[in-house]
């Protein structure tokens, strides 16, 4: 049974650094892509970061770019989002998700649908206070 349990999420004032964390359990941290999503109240899904199975590769929504960076520790089976320069439109709940292992895709546009996703954690609220 593959789980993501996502950890490191809180308060936090505008401008303030943040690193989420999602621990996989599970045959499927290995040819596998992660990625994390956010929701804020009343609006839908959307795609922050993903990273690719090798690591070699990372995805970014453009209002996160140059301000939060994807990583993946392979040997702690964990993933991680470090969030600086926080804002307060970043207030949302937090979801890890990986793709199922041996997936692929290429082209454009590949790694930013939620569909694209098989295994998603319970989420982590993340609060920026103006």
């Known amino acids: 049974q593959v789980q993501l349990v996502e950890s490191g999420g809180g308060l936090m004032q505008a401008g303030g650094s943040l690193r989420l964390s999602c621990a996989t359990s599970?045959?499927?941290?290995?040819?596998?892509?992660m990625a994390w999503f956010r929701q804020a109240p009343g609006k839908e899904r959307e795609f922050v970061a993903a990273i690719s199975w090798s690591g070699d590769s990372t995805w970014y929504a453009d209002s996160v770019k140059g301000r939060f960076t994807i990583s993946r520790d392979y040997a702690k089976q964990t993933s991680y989002l470090q969030m600086n320069s926080l804002k307060p439109e970043d207030t949302a709940v937090y979801y890890c998700?990986?793709?199922?292992?041996?997936?692929?895709?290429?082209?454009?546009?590949?790694?930013?649908?939620?569909?694209?996703?098989?295994?998603w954690g319970q989420g982590t609220q993340v609060t920026v206070s103006s």
């Open positions: 998700a990986s793709t199922a292992s041996g997936y692929d895709c290429a082209g454009y546009g590949c790694y930013v649908k939620s569909y694209e996703y098989d295994y």
């Open positions: 599970g045959r499927i941290f290995s040819g596998n892509a």
